[in-house]
């Protein structure tokens, strides 16, 4: 089992775990196959981060299953917009920490 990690990136956790959730389970192939065609920033993202722990694990897309997708919140930048008469509005710029966990495929899963 090898794992990549992919901190502090700028995406919403919410948002990348509803992409994390797809492709959990999936044969690694397939779930980069998959995300390529999902019209969603985080879907690039977590395609990488699935091809970096196939890399890390030594094995090739077909022969490898995602065991693990994990988003956990990360660091959020605070900003400000000026609005009128002066005042100011706060903006949330949140953070994810992506984690990817990847096996060798049994002979059943293929």
Known sequence: MAKAVLKFIRLSPTKARLIAREVQGMNAEYAIA????????AAGIISKVIASAVANAGLEPEDAVITSARVDKGPVLKRF?????????????????????VAAASKGDK
Not at 87 to 97: D, E, I, L, R, V
Request: net charge positive; charged share 25%.
């Open 34 to 41: 998959s995300l390529e065609f999902t019209p969603n920033k």
């Open 81 to 101: 917009t000026p609005r009128a008469r002066g005042s100011a509005s706060p903006k949330h710029k949140p953070t994810a920490h992506i984690m990817i966990e």
